[in-house]
């Protein structure tokens, strides 16, 4: 019982930083949350609003007002037949709707009736939403792609540097046998110096590669807010899958935006409808006996509006088909690259996979060849500077193998992102 006790006090610590390690899924998770991210929702939610702002346009426009009025004659508080004014003027008693002083209290409104370039807008405004959220998609995977990347990045440094940490043990190992012979004087002293030198360039690689993940590590933060400690594991459970460039689609629902814009602008020149109305109370003493007088008025109306000449939205319609031809040619040549890009992927990813397998079989050739090089320098037939080529080979191999690693994992999410694969889907 004791022993189960002591047991679990040992391995609960263990335990519980192994759960506190973050997951590739931590990571992704936090990218979802990263301030890059909120940016293109943001840039939604604007997208939406000025939808909402065009959609507004249809709405009747009401206003309240009260008001105050002073004249040097009489004005009239509203429009009187002139049957009714006659009426008026022969009966002096009745209190005539003119007067010096007026106060005014009412409302009115105005609303298209027919305006059908605020249709289109509302139309345009819609696609940019569209393309909004296409970007905010887009983005997503690049950022995820470029974490993956990024880890990549860091496994490749940490395994150089446990290989160079094994590099540097076998050359301390082979040091202790230079010492050695240079003791009983089968081997010159400068041995030593050279065997120093080798441990030296070792220290100052892995110095480099602190420096590399340092600025690794920084930019994994900037993207998850997440500072590792070592990479994360992460495995290949899927492909990529190529079609469509989905890379494209924002540029696409753009160009769909700016033609309905630029047909907008034309649409303006078009005849409109609109409809107006207001309602008056108006407050004031007559001028004729002074007498309080309180009046109500209300008219309402349509107007149709033909625009005949109008430099300025001419201008405007020159303006929005530049804009759209400049958003084509900017599709186009994305394109082209992309198109010649995955090409090159393609190329580059077929070719990384099978250089992974030649230097795993090199690697193994090698580590075998330095160990017949120790025996060889400890047989005296081999110099120091041979055989810490061997080592330097061995590394060399090694390193080349992480690199095309990383390279590979890169490779593949460039793919992925430019064919909108779901990347979480291709690597956990």
């Given at each position: 019982m004791l022993k189960k006790l002591l047991l679990i006090f040992v391995f609960i610590p263990a335990i519980m930083q192994a759960q506190e390690l973050p997951s590739l899924k931590t990571l992704f998770d936090s990218l979802k949350v990263n301030p890059t991210t909120k940016r293109d929702e943001l840039n939604m939610e604007k997208a939406l609003a000025n939808k909402n702002m065009a959609l507004g346009m249809l709405y009747p426009n009401i206003d309240l007002f009260g008001s105050y009025s002073y004249a040097n004659t009489p004005s009239g508080m509203l429009p009187i037949a002139p049957n009714n004014l006659l009426a008026m003027v022969k009966d002096q008693t009745v209190a005539q709707p003119f007067s010096e002083n007026i106060f005014r209290l009412g409302g009115e409104f105005s609303m298209p009736v027919f305006v059908k370039s605020i249709y289109t807008m509302a139309a345009k405004a819609e696609k940019m939403h569209q393309s909004a959220e296409e970007v905010k998609n887009i983005n997503l995977l690049k950022n995820e792609a470029m974490l993956v990347g990024l880890n990549a990045n860091l496994t490749y440094v940490d395994a150089l540097g446990n290989a160079l940490e094994k590099k540097k043990e076998s050359?301390?190992?082979?040091?202790?046998?230079?010492?050695?012979?240079?003791?009983?004087?089968?081997?010159?002293?400068?041995?030593?110096?050279?065997?120093?030198?080798?441990?030296?360039?070792?220290?100052?690689?892995?110095?480099?590669?602190a420096l590399n993940r340092t600025q690794i590590i920084s930019k994994i933060y900037a993207l998850t807010g997440i500072t590792l400690d070592k990479a994360v594991d992460m495995e290949s459970v899927g492909n990529y899958k190529?079609?469509?460039?989905?890379?494209?689609?924002?540029l696409q629902k753009k160009i769909e935006a700016d033609k309905l814009g630029w047909r907008a602008e034309k649409e303006k020149l078009l005849p409109f409808i609109a409809?107006?109305?207001n309602y008056n109370h108006s407050m004031a003493k007559a001028y004729n006996n002074n007498l309080n007088i309180s009046e109500d008025f209300a008219a309402i109306g349509l107007a149709?509006?033909?625009?005949?000449?109008?430099?300025?939205?001419?201008?405007?319609?020159?303006?929005?088909?530049?804009?759209?031809?400049?958003?084509?040619?900017?599709?186009?040549?994305?394109?082209?690259?992309l198109v010649g890009q995955s090409h090159q992927l393609k190329q580059s990813l077929d070719i990384l996979e099978h250089s992974l397998s030649l230097y795993a079989n090199s690697i193994k050739d090698k580590e075998e060849l330095l160990k017949i090089a120790k025996v060889a320098y400890k047989s005296d037939r081999l110099t120091i500077e041979d055989y810490l080529k061997y080592e330097d080979d061995l590394v060399m191999e090694k390193s080349k193998l992480f690199k095309a690693e990383a390279a590979k994992w890169q490779t593949l999410m460039k793919l992925a992102v430019i064919y909108g694969n779901n990347i979480e889907s291709i690597v956990k």
């Open positions: 050359i301390l190992k082979t040091k202790e046998i230079i010492e050695v012979k240079v003791k009983s004087e089968r081997a010159p002293s400068s041995a030593l110096l050279k065997i120093d030198n080798g441990l030296n360039q070792i220290d100052l690689m892995r110095n480099e590669l190529s079609g469509a460039i989905k890379a494209l689609d924002p409809m107006k109305g149709l509006k033909i625009p005949i000449f109008s430099m300025n939205q001419y201008a405007k319609i020159r303006l929005n088909k530049v804009e759209l031809n400049a958003t084509q040619n900017n599709f186009d040549k994305m394109n082209m690259e």
